[in-house]
């Protein structure tokens, strides 16, 4: 779990212009990819091992405007009923399961690129969010979470004036 | 980067393209059974519309075109995928049945049944007592 939230770490998200070039943040990226590698690199396991480690992870993509947040996940073969939206006041939780089907016992497998299991991602927003008033919906695969974000929340600090003397 | 890290893998091949998006390889399982080869892909955005499959000869080529997702006046906060278009090419045996080839799409992912033909399916032969 640990692991997949780690590449939507908060900071990194709300630096995504400034620092995403920066050479130390870099760095840290690709030492947690090479990790995160290492551990997701069997192309094809053995069932019981790959279980375990070649998780299936499911890409995010997150835009804003002024009044609301729209995210999206690559989520293909998941029904909609094993997916799990969940908004708290500053996060979007998208849980799930992909299932492997299992019709025919008698498989002999020649590729096994794609990757099955539970998923569960955290993605911390910015902004404080109304979470009443979420939608989503999930079509060809590609699920769509829109989230107003709370317009008092953000009226909250007072401007101050500067004046010169 | 290993390839397996990532959902989507960007195709490598060197053709001209028409459209000016990017050519995704997509991941897929294949598995034989006693009757049939399966393919599925993952091609999240497709649907029946947009997917193509296509036999010339004996090279299989599934593509799917996948409309560029941009949305105006929103800045991008996060972002861990691309959309584009999907190919990738398979060679096929002769052990496939072309006539019989179906294929189905459901949430994103192409399903390919390649049925093999009669004369390459394993046969128990009977022995009857002399």
Known sequence: MIMKIRSLLPDVVRKPTTDIDHPFYSLQREMNNLFDNFFRGFTVAPRGF?????????????????????????LPGVEEKD????????SVII??????????????????????GSFCRVIPLDAEIESGKAQANF?????????????????KGTKVPIKTS | ?????????????????????????????????????????????????????ELEKNI????????????????????EYEVGDYERTFTLSDE??????KATVKQGVLRLQLPKAEKVKPKKITINVA
């Open chain 1, 139 to 155: 079509k060809n695969g590609i699920l769509n979470v829109k989230i107003s974000k709370n317009q008092k929340a953000k009226e």
């Open chain 2, 96 to 101: 496939i049945d072309r006539e019989k080839i």
């Open chain 1, 95 to 116: 849980k799930g399961e992909k299932k492997e089907e299992k019709k025919d016992k008698d498989k002999n497998y020649y590729y096994m690129e794609r990757s099955y």
């Open chain 2, 1 to 53: 980067m290993s390839d397996k890290d990532l959902q989507k893998t960007e195709s490598t091949a060197v053709t001209e393209k028409v459209r000016n998006v990017k050519t995704f390889v997509p991941r897929v399982d294949i598995y034989e059974t006693k009757d049939a080869l399966f393919l599925i892909a993952d091609m999240p955005g497709v649907d029946e519309k947009t997917v193509d499959v």
């Open chain 1, 83 to 90: 997916i799990d939206v969940t908004v708290t006041n500053d």
């Open chain 2, 60 to 79: 299989l080529t599934i593509s799917g075109r996948v409309e560029n997702g941009k949305i105006k006046d929103y800045s991008l906060v996060f972002s």
């Open chain 1, 50 to 74: 790959a279980a375990g480690m070649a998780d299936f992870t499911p890409s995010v993509d997150v835009k804003e405007n002024d009044k609301e947040y729209i995210i999206k996940a690559e």
